[in-house]
């Protein structure tokens, strides 16, 4: 749990004044610091007390671990001026590390010999009875021969609904809508909060979601996906509608909030 009010030294995370503008003078670097991460496996909180001030911080040592780590590892962040929030965190990390260690404990001392034969699959513990999957419709862009641009998207029958838009607001009353929802809060945490996927319409088939036409909402850089993207503004109007429902619980999300 790494708590800070400022940035480190060097002027490549921040845009202030820096005694020691070239970085740490003990030559440490956030690249040498994600390797010891990634190494030790090490769940890593960041809690902020002015985020503003540190977000090019994180970013950068975000980009280095999800790197390093083929994207396994991410920076979870909390504000750590908010008591509750930095208590429910300082408890997920502390139990999620003491699960991690006992596994590693268990499966260090198992003997155990390879099987070559086919299992029995019937035998293994089956999908769960109601798995619903999300996936956004390709596209394409065509250019006519009189320079003329057109984007070109799979054609899906069925009617189309919105579960919730770019400006914040959430549709709850649609089936499904859950679903929709906790991918947002989803894709806010995975990114290491640096984004969030909202604007989500589409058709539902059964159990499969088709989507398109999202908005995505970068936390430092507003307009960078577009006129649509509206920053950090964007992400706060999301959570400032959105409640975490049983599937943002189960997947360990709620409490992480912008």
């Given at each position: 749990?790494?708590i800070?009010?400022?940035?480190?030294h060097g002027t490549?995370?921040?845009?202030?004044d820096?005694?020691?503008?070239?970085?740490?003078p003990?030559?440490?670097?956030?690249e040498?610091?994600m390797?010891?991460?990634?190494?030790?496996?090490?769940q890593?909180?960041f809690a902020?007390?002015?985020r503003s001030s540190?977000?090019?911080m994180?970013?950068?040592f975000?980009?280095?671990?999800?790197?390093q780590?083929?994207?396994?590892?991410?920076i979870?962040q909390?504000?750590?001026?908010?008591?509750?929030?930095?208590?429910s965190?300082?408890?997920?990390?502390?139990?999620?590390?003491?699960?991690?260690?006992?596994?590693?404990?268990?499966?260090?001392?198992m003997s155990?010999?390879?099987?070559?034969?086919?299992?029995?699959?019937?035998?293994?513990l089956?999908?769960?009875?109601?798995?619903?999957?999300?996936e956004?419709?390709?596209?394409?862009?065509?250019?006519?021969?009189?320079?003329?641009?057109?984007v070109?998207?799979?054609?899906?029958?069925?009617?189309?609904?919105?579960?919730n838009?770019?400006?914040?607001i959430?549709?709850?009353n649609?089936?499904?809508?859950?679903v929709?929802?906790?991918?947002s809060h989803?894709?806010?945490?995975h990114?290491?909060e640096?984004?969030l996927?909202c604007?989500?319409?589409?058709?539902k088939?059964?159990?499969?979601f088709?989507l398109?036409?999202?908005?995505?909402?970068?936390?430092?850089?507003?307009?960078?996906?577009?006129?649509t993207d509206?920053?950090f503004?964007g992400?706060?109007?999301?959570?400032?509608?959105?409640?975490?429902?049983?599937?943002?619980?189960?997947?360990?999300?709620?409490?992480?909030?912008?």
């Open positions: 749990m790494h800070a009010d400022a940035p480190c490549q995370y921040h845009s202030g820096d005694t020691y503008p070239n970085g740490d003990a030559g440490i670097t956030h040498s610091m390797a010891e991460v990634v190494r030790l496996d090490i890593y909180w902020y007390i002015n540190t977000d090019k994180i970013d950068i975000n980009e280095s671990l999800k790197s780590s083929s994207q396994r590892l991410i979870r909390v504000d750590a001026t908010k008591p509750d929030e930095l208590t965190a300082v408890h997920k990390a502390v139990t999620a590390s003491v699960f991690a260690n006992e596994a590693r404990k268990k499966i260090g001392g155990s010999t390879l099987d070559s034969s086919e299992p029995n699959w019937a035998s293994l089956p999908q769960p009875a109601h798995l619903e999957t999300l956004f419709l390709p596209v394409d862009v065509a250019k006519m021969d009189d320079g003329t641009l057109y070109l998207q799979v054609f899906v029958s069925g009617k189309f609904k919105k579960y838009m770019k400006n914040g959430v549709c709850l649609l089936p499904g809508s859950d929709m929802q906790a991918f989803f894709s806010y945490v990114s290491g640096s984004l996927i604007d989500l319409e589409g058709i088939t059964g159990n499969r088709q398109t036409d999202p908005a995505i909402h970068n936390r430092t850089r507003p307009n960078y996906y577009g006129s509206s920053g503004i992400i706060k109007r999301f959570f400032k509608s959105h409640s975490c429902n049983g599937i943002c619980r189960q997947m360990g999300l709620e409490g992480i909030k912008a």
